[in-house]
């Protein structure tokens, strides 16, 4: 997960750098919608292997 979060993080550089501010600004949600999924599962899985 944390892999199309960085996939759509590098889309909306690159689409900011060319110009097309709206798929920019679409990818870069999408980018932290999956960040935010990737850190809370990853607590959860580091709390359930500690007890």
Known sequence: MLH???VFLI???IAAVLGFGG???AATGIAKIL???FLILAVIAFFRRGA
Do not use: K, P, T
Request: hydrophobic share 85%.
């Open 4 to 6: 199309y979060a960085l």
């Open 11 to 13: 889309i909306a550089i």
């Open 23 to 25: 798929i920019a600004g």
């Open 35 to 37: 960040f935010i999924i």
